[in-house]
C-alpha cells in the first residue's frame, strides 16, 4: 500500500521560513516525479514545485521561485520543500504527489498525500 506523508506545515510570521517533508512508504521516491501543489481556500489547487526521477531536475511555479527549494533524501524517502521568505499569499494547504510515469507540469498523479496547512500571518 502506497502512502504519501506531509508534515513540517505550521503558522510562520511573513518572513519566515518552514520546511515541509513528504515521506513515503510502499514506494521508493527516487523512481518517481514528486510534485508539491497548495490549495487556499476558494482557489483552484496550482503546482508549485516538482523534481523528476531520473535526473533530478527541479521545476518551480513563478511566484515561488528564488524562495523555495525541493530537495530528495533518497536514505530517507522523502522529499523536502525548504520555504524561505514566505508570504500571506503562500498561505494554503500543501500537498505532495507522486507518479513513476507522468512528468513534472502536471496534476494527475498517482499517488497524493492528505496535505499540511501552512498559514503565514503576523
Known amino acids: 500500500q502506497v502512502q504519501l506523508v506531509e508534515s513540517g506545515g505550521g503558522l510562520v510570521q511573513p518572513g519566515g521560513s518552514l520546511r515541509l517533508s513528504c515521506a513515503a512508504s510502499?514506494?521508493?521516491?527516487?523512481?518517481?516525479?514528486v510534485g508539491w501543489f497548495r490549495q487556499a481556500p476558494g482557489k483552484e489547487r496550482e503546482g508549485v514545485s516538482c523534481?523528476?526521477?531520473?535526473?533530478?531536475?527541479?521545476y518551480y511555479a513563478d511566484s515561488v521561485k528564488g524562495r523555495f527549494t525541493i530537495s530528495r533524501d533518497n536514505a530517507k524517502n522523502t522529499v523536502y520543500l525548504q520555504m524561505h521568505s514566505l508570504k500571506p499569499e503562500d498561505t494554503a494547504v500543501y500537498y505532495c504527489?507522486?507518479?513513476?510515469?507522468?512528468?513534472?507540469?502536471?496534476?494527475?498523479?498517482?499517488?497524493w498525500g492528505t496535505g499540511t496547512q501552512v498559514t503565514v500571518s503576523s
Open positions: 504527489a507522486a507518479d513513476s510515469h507522468r512528468p513534472c507540469g502536471t496534476q494527475f498523479y498517482d499517488h
Open positions: 510502499g514506494i521508493r521516491l527516487d523512481w518517481y516525479v
Open positions: 523534481i523528476s526521477s531520473s535526473t533530478s531536475n527541479t
